[in-house]
């Protein structure tokens, strides 16, 4: 568990493009392949200059299908640097001149997804899955918007569909196991978070999320080994120490409970109402 961890499923936006083919130039000169490269973020260019590249891009591409992917690219740029009104109005361009353009629907709601617009964001995730139904990410990223609505039973549906499509993406099995924890299947919880701790056992998120899981279930030893695994591979996760500071606390450790309650709440002032959301005080 922790909020941050879908990100790295809301995050995967970029395009993998082959923009020089359909650029279409007389005679691409090198400029315009420096711009392709940029655009495409090959050689992991700063945002800005990727901007610029895609920017530059545009004065050159009449064919739709280069526009949408342009526009598409700029549009993760933006979303990176959380310029999302920016990014929006990008993926506005990529749809308008792509309709079927799978990617920048679901980079879009993404977006809206980021500036908490839930609604929007579901909206255009259904689109890229309309378009693409095997769009894992898709599905993932609807899942975690479901997630934040608080509609655990649409979010794991979603799950189960992208895990099907994707079942090698720890990630999901993660936010999966996170899905369950909440609503109280904690057998299914576990094994999920088993899945995932076995595939990316350096994985701070997915230990975080076992604790909470073995913190509802009462084995509050086994919490507090996750949450001490959580802490050595990210040592400021608040949900890691809020989390141990609870289980502590439940083995009589007052020291060190609020010591650990104090340093989460910190971090993330708010962490207790998230907790007690949770069912857990």
């Known amino acids: 568990m922790r909020r941050d961890v879908p990100r790295r499923v809301l995050l995967g936006l970029a395009s993998v493009l082959a923009l020089t083919a359909l650029i279409t130039l007389a005679a691409a000169d090198d400029s315009d392949l420096s711009n392709v490269d940029l655009c495409n973020g090959k050689n992991s260019p700063s945002l800005d200059r990727q901007i610029d ?7 050159s591409a009449e064919n739709p299908t280069a526009l949408a992917i342009v526009y598409n690219n700029r549009g993760n740029a933006y979303t990176s640097k959380e310029q999302y009104d920016l990014a929006i109005k990008d993926y506005d361009e990529a749809i ?3 309709p ?3 990617r920048a629907f679901n980079n879009r709601g993404v977006a809206y997804q980021k500036k908490g617009d839930y609604d929007h964001a579901i909206q255009d995730l259904t689109a890229a899955i309309t378009v693409d139904p095997n769009y894992a990410n898709a599905f993932a990223n ?14 794991l549906k979603d799950f189960d569909e992208a895990i099907r499509l994707q079942p090698a993406m720890s990630v ?21 978070c088993n899945g995932a701790i076995q595939t990316t056992p350096n994985d701070a998120a997915s230990f ?13 030893d086994s919490a507090i080994a ?48 998230e907790f007690s959301h949770y069912g857990l005080e």
């Open 226 to 273: 996750d949450y001490n695994t959580a802490l050595r591979i990210e040592p400021k996760l608040p949900t890691a120490l809020y989390g141990r500071g609870l289980a502590k606390l439940k083995k009589g450790d007052l020291t060190g409970g609020n010591a650990d309650i104090a340093a989460a709440k910190t971090a993330e002032p708010d962490i207790a109402g």
């Open 100 to 102: 079927n353009y799978a």
């Open 172 to 192: 999901l099995l993660n936010e999966r196991c996170w899905a369950h924890a909440v609503i109280g299947d904690l057998p299914a919880a576990l094994a999920d």
């Open 53 to 59: 590249g895609c920017t530059a891009l545009l004065k």
């Open 96 to 98: 308008k001149a792509n």
């Open 208 to 220: 975080d999320s076992r604790g909470l899981t073995y913190l509802k279930m009462k084995q509050w």
């Open 142 to 155: 609807r899942a975690e918007t479901y997630r934040k609505k608080g509609d655990y039973a649409s979010a």
